[in-house]
């Protein structure tokens, strides 16, 4: 049960008191602007429907605090509500200073919290009343001329009609009585190493923002028990499955008769709050330290004539028996083969034929066609180019 409270604000801070008595022939101790706050919001009527801080909704003093009662209600339901019907029939465009204003608005939203217990008479029918007197009524045909008159430029006589955006209720719950288990069960979660909270802690946290940006894919508020991510990171941490029921998941049986956790509609509405907490939470672990990443081998040098080519190839010429000959690794003619990419390409692709391939192992094995080539080399030519 949340408790029920209304504050009422004299919005002439004073001036009713002193001036309503020679201006309208019946003394007036306040004309009030009226919000009600449970659930740790303020909820009134200024440019629309509206939420604020208790007690600091409007720009002026407190001047009154009534206690309503409690009520069953949750804060999803009277947002709900709030949505659904009183902000179609609380508009800036409906409202109107002697007849549908701000009072009226804090009434509507009492009623539905303590089923059908309003704000007292005197609060709502403040106007009604206070021009009840000759003088009052003179002054009320006055008051429903001038907001005629400026609701036909598009503006109205709604004291507050700027204290803020209009407003749409809050799609994100504020945090109840649930976020003290909530915080007990993430103590319990703190008893593990830093990294199986971790882990637990993310795996939560992706778990609950799904809901929370899809409140109504079924998909998501239902997960099996036996799902092996869930078993390793929540399930075997301490304290993981005390965290998702605090945050409202419960055992249930899907259709399969598999057995899985389920968040209902109400939980899943709860979910931002959850979110704030657990972000919170993973915040404040160390941050991970980044395993070393590991040595990169040195390049083993080909064996063989001239002991390979120097500063490395790529790709090498592993199919080449024993490497380069002495004298062609060094030759000016090689290494410019080696800097120009196009060249090595093609040599790559040589060393992918086995055809072309059976026919340099066979020259390479020719004493007298590897003397022929090491001279022509050594000479930087190949074939008549030279340098």
Not at 56 to 77: F, H, Y
Not at 108 to 117: N, S
Not at 211 to 232: C, L
Request: glycine share 10%; hydrophobic share 40%.
């Amino acid at each position: 049960m949340a408790k029920v409270t209304a504050y009422v604000y004299d919005i002439t801070q004073g001036m009713a008191a002193q001036m309503s008595l020679p201006l309208i022939g019946k003394k007036i101790d306040i004309v009030p602007h009226t919000g009600i706050a449970v659930f740790g919001k303020e909820y009134f009527f200024g440019g629309g429907p509206q939420t604020g801080i208790p007690g600091q909704s409007v720009p002026v003093p407190v001047a009154q605090v009534l206690e309503l009662g409690q009520t069953s209600k949750t804060c999803e339901e009277l947002e709900t509500y709030i949505r659904n019907v009183l902000s179609l029939e609380h508009t800036e465009q409906k409202y109107d200073l002697l007849k549908h204003n701000c009072n009226h608005y804090a009434d509507d939203v009492a009623k539905f919290l303590l089923d059908g217990r309003g704000l007292p008479s005197s609060i709502v029918n403040i106007a009604e009343e206070a021009l009840s007197t000759p003088q009052g009524q003179s002054l009320k045909v006055m008051i429903e001329n001038m907001e005629r008159s400026m609701r036909s430029g598009g503006t109205s006589m709604n004291p507050f009609g700027s204290a803020a955006a209009p407003a749409p209720v809050s799609s994100a719950p504020p945090v109840d009585e649930s976020s003290g288990e909530l915080k007990v069960a993430l103590a319990e979660l703190a008893k593990n190493e830093t990294e199986v909270r971790r882990t637990a802690l993310q795996m939560l946290l992706k778990m609950t923002k799904n809901v929370e940006e899809n409140p109504s894919e079924t998909k998501f508020r239902r997960i099996k028990m036996a799902n092996p991510a869930f078993q390793k990171k929540v399930e075997g941490a301490t304290g993981g499955v005390d965290v998702m029921m605090a945050a409202g998941w419960l055992p249930d049986t899907n259709e399969e008769g598999e057995d899985c956790w389920l968040l209902n509609d109400s939980s899943a509405m709860k979910q931002a709050s959850v979110r704030k907490i657990l972000d919170d939470e993973l915040k404040k672990l160390p941050t991970p330290v980044a395993p070393t990443p590991a040595p990169v081998a040195a390049p083993v040098a080909s064996s063989g004539y001239g002991g390979g080519l120097p500063g490395g190839l790529p790709g090498g010429f592993p199919n080449l028996p024993g490497g380069l000959p002495a004298g062609m690794a060094n030759n000016p003619m090689m290494q410019q083969m080696m800097n120009n990419p196009a060249m090595m390409q093609q040599a790559q692709q040589m060393m992918q034929d086995p055809q072309a391939m059976a026919q340099v192992q066979q020259m390479m094995q020719n004493p007298q066609a590897m003397a022929q080539l090491q001279q022509m080399m050594g000479n930087g030519g190949l074939g008549g180019f030279g340098r």
